[in-house]
């Protein structure tokens, strides 16, 4: 009764440890010729989300996050910057096997009872958004963040995560601030 208790508990912890491992991601990068300090104002080039009520709550958590640098959104085409966000979704699927028993398909040092593995397949939806700055004269790409996260059912949730994944994506932006 204890060992089916105990890997019960393991399989939990495991299952935790697997959905932690989906957590939001962010990745940035940038070129490494561009003077950040030439750019002070921005302007929306386009928003694409397949959801139109993101589009303005992406738009909001840009913004904060470039006023929190010191850049102003200025009217279109009119900033020395531009910024294009990009917003998918796409199913994804995570595969959770659980043991019951001491056996589990293979043998430790010769012991191996009798017990039974079962596999589910969850499929879950996961959130890309893409964020890139141009330069506003040469129109070369100059900054690209992306937030990976997974979604939920919860809107709610879904727009803290989105705020949380912008303040990260944008935290060590501009690139080379604070170096000499």
């Not at 959104?73 to 294009?84: F, K, L, N, R, T």
Request: proline residues 2%; charged residues 20%.
């Amino acid at each position: 009764m204890k060992t089916n208790s105990r890997l019960t508990t393991m399989a939990s912890l495991m299952l935790l440890l697997a959905g932690a491992c989906v957590a939001e991601q962010i990745k940035t990068d940038y070129d490494r010729s561009a003077n950040f300090g030439q750019y002070k104002t921005y302007s929306w080039q386009s928003v694409t989300t397949r959801d139109p009520l993101m589009a303005d709550r992406i738009k909001s958590a840009v913004n904060a996050a470039l006023a929190a640098k010191g850049w102003m959104e200025v009217a279109s085409g009119g900033g020395d910057a531009a910024v294009v966000a990009i917003e998918t979704t796409q199913d994804q699927q995570s595969l959770n096997t659980f043991y019951d028993g001491f056996g589990g398909g293979w043998r430790w040092r010769g012991f191996g009872g009798v017990g039974e593995a079962t596999t589910t397949v969850e499929t879950f939806k996961v959130g890309t958004l893409v964020v890139d700055i141009f330069d506003g004269n040469s129109k070369k790409l100059i900054w690209r963040g992306s937030a990976s996260d997974t979604l939920s059912n919860n809107s709610g949730k879904n727009i803290k995560e989105l705020d949380k994944g912008v303040a990260k994506m944008f935290s060590h932006f501009p690139p080379g601030a604070g170096k000499n």
